[in-house]
């Protein structure tokens, strides 16, 4: 047997570890084969970040299955219907009674051994990657008598709460789903907030906690790691009839990515320059369509949520198409005008990822945005998916 903690803080002489990286890890290793899991609350944006290990562990022919609690309406509609497509075995866990369903266990299942994840961090993207959590990783030998029967707690517990025939444990089908969004238990994830403090505005002013700042200064936190493949079917948006026609386009329909270059990240606060990339054309469909406005050059405003250290904010961005100079220069280039709080995220040198997540059809605002540094352990994944290449930059999709 072998004990990891795993302490999702920063704090004195503790340094941080995240569980979803832990998790992430585990379940995409080459001997695992099942992934079973047990929590209080689950959302699309803690599946979701765990979406490409899943999906390799699906991939070679392994299993998926959770026990999902639904209570104070944290758990989403969105997160059930995508376990009915990848966990079909899955269950909801409720009770009538006054008090709630509280486990978080995660158990990774390989042919001689197992790996339980046991603490307090729930299936969310907060609770697996920016919360302060704590969670104990236990390796367990089944030729060990002693790991196989510690093994065999946690599989009997879980294997109960997966078992439809025990009472309070019903099955992801539509039916059940149908009948807890009537009662209005469950609810879709664009009008059901995350846990914890809400959207910051980007310019909200502070007065309302400054006077416990010197009690409780603001800590910052990195970023969670941008969302994977969405386990859900995606909607094509409709768009208006008068818009700018883009250049054929490659399938970039669930997230943009982009590595960000020296002069890209050149254009912080204080420094003169204008915080604008370069959209490739061919990934110009991705983001909301241009129509001619009160501009010289055709344009699309849209909000985003920006993951900040200090948590998500609302920020407004503008893409416009500059077709050619007064001259008569032709210029023909589609630009993102950031912020400077967005650039402010990037490593001066450049080299880190700007990754432009699409929300599933509903939520406002319709994309986050993650600043995605060389050092997450999830930055190699992200920068493979980066095939292609525009004004010398990589660049991909999902």
Known sequence: MQVKVIPQIEL???????????????????????????????????LNRLSVSIETLLNRGGKVAGAIGVDNQITTVDVLKALQKIAPNSTVFYTVSGYIYHPKLYLIDREKSAVAIVGSANLTRDGLFRNVELATAVHLEFESSTDYEVYKRYEEFIGELLNTANPNVQPIGDAVLDRLVQAEIIKREARSSEPGPGLRSRRRQTTSFTDLEDLFPPLRVPVAPPAGKHLVPKTRPIKPQKVIVPPATV???????????????SHRTGIKGTPEVLIPHAAIDFFPPLAQSGHKYPDAFFDVILHTPLGPERHSYRLWYYEQRAVGTRIDEYRLRLNHDTIDLATPGGGDLLV?????????PAY?????????????????LCTRKAQGKKWGGL
């Open 12 to 46: 004195g002489d503790v340094r941080r570890l995240r569980v979803g990286d832990v998790l992430n890890k585990t379940i995409a290793a080459d001997e695992s084969q099942r992934f079973r899991f047990a929590v209080a609350f689950a959302r699309l944006s803690g």
């Open 251 to 265: 399938n970039v329909t669930t997230a943009f990515i982009m590595q960000l270059s020296a002069f890209d990240s």
């Open 356 to 364: 432009i997540n699409k929300l599933p059809p509903g939520n406002d």
């Open 368 to 384: 986050e945005v993650t600043v995605l540094p060389q050092t997450d352990p999830t930055f190699p994944a992200f920068l493979n």
